[in-house]
């Protein structure tokens, strides 16, 4: 008899539409309910990984940490959305956009709330949790108070 494998769906709860089970890094949705976004680093060679890794490609080293992606990131590029993936119709239009933060960046959604007369490319902008009406969880980018 074959071990029963064990199915960690955990990242089942990320975005509005579900990621594929991914195992290991299934601690970044119990990061997100703790209002926390966490990308990892390698503790061989440095290097940072967003969305999070759990095994580094660089030096194939597995001894990662996690740390907290926190402050503003710099808003390089960003692009309206008038058609969308399958799941994701109804929010339509919204913005996707990659903040840089130095040694990463991050890809991702910007909040709701914001225009696109309020988006200027090379503007500080944060990563912050997003508590979706169906429950799940994800990340959005939001403006930066002057
Ligand atoms: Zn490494």
């Known amino acids: 008899m074959g071990q029963?494998?064990?199915?960690?769906?955990?990242?089942?709860k990320?975005?509005?539409v579900s990621f594929t089970a991914t195992t290991k890094v299934n601690d970044?949705?119990?990061h997100l309910e703790e209002g926390k976004v966490m990308g990892t680093r390698c503790l061989d060679c440095g290097k940072v990984f967003f969305p999070p890794r759990a095994d580094?490609?660089?030096?194939?080293?597995s001894n990662v940490e996690w740390f907290e992606v926190s402050g503003p990131g710099k808003l390089v590029t960003f692009s309206?959305?008038?058609?969308?993936?399958?799941g994701f119709e109804e929010d339509l239009p919204y913005f996707i956009a990659v903040l840089d933060y130095g040694?990463?960046?991050?890809?991702?959604?910007?909040?709701?709330?914001?225009?696109?007369?309020?988006?200027?490319?090379?503007?500080?902008?944060?990563?912050?949790?997003?508590h979706l009406p169906n429950g799940q969880l994800n990340y959005v980018f939001e403006l930066v108070p002057a």
Not at 56 to 61: A, E, I, N, P, R
Not at 80 to 86: E, G, N, Q, S
């Open 4 to 12: 029963k494998k064990e199915i960690d769906d955990r990242f089942k």
């Open 14 to 16: 990320f975005g509005t």
């Open 28 to 30: 970044f949705i119990n």
């Open 56 to 61: 580094c490609y660089k030096c194939m080293s």
């Open 80 to 86: 309206k959305l008038v058609y969308a993936p399958v």
């Open 103 to 130: 040694d990463y960046k991050i890809f991702g959604r910007v909040a709701k709330d914001i225009a696109e007369e309020e988006l200027n490319l090379g503007m500080e902008m944060k990563t912050v949790v997003n």
